[in-house]
């Protein structure tokens, strides 16, 4: 059973930074690109990083400079440094897994965590 569990949501103030992690079992990490998305109230989800099994790193333009995304093959773990963090990225951060095999697409995604912006 596939299983992606994030942590280091919380509240912070403008200007300042948040470490998420995302443990990631059942699967063959290594094979899955890794991605963060986030949600806000009344928002669709949207793409905030991606990481290919390759390191190949792919940013929204909200937050390109400011996040970085990166992969711990060995622990199976994904993570997301975020700095300069701005109001308008309070949100639901979620952990997704992805792969194309044989032309089907699989996505696996964790609970979410809530990161708040506010002074």
């Known amino acids: 059973q596939v ?3 994030e ?3 919380g509240l912070v103030q403008p200007g300042g930074s948040l ?4 443990a990631a079992s059942g699967l063959f990490f290594s094979f899955y690109t890794m ?32 996040f970085t995304i990166s992969r711990d093959n060995v622990k199976n773990t994904v993570y997301l440094q975020m700095n300069s963090l701005k ?15 044989a032309g089907k697409r699989y996505d696996y995604w964790g ?6 912006v506010s002074s």
């Open 3 to 5: 299983q992606l569990v």
């Open 87 to 101: 109001p308008e990225d309070t949100a639901v951060y979620y952990c997704n897994a992805n792969k194309v095999e």
């Open 35 to 66: 991605g963060w998305y986030r949600q806000a109230p009344g928002k669709q989800r949207e793409l905030v990083a991606a990481i290919t099994y390759g390191d190949t790193t792919n940013y929204s333009d909200y937050v390109k400079g400011r």
């Open 19 to 22: 470490r998420l992690s995302c």
């Open 7 to 9: 942590s280091g949501g």
């Open 111 to 116: 609970q979410g965590t809530q990161v708040t």
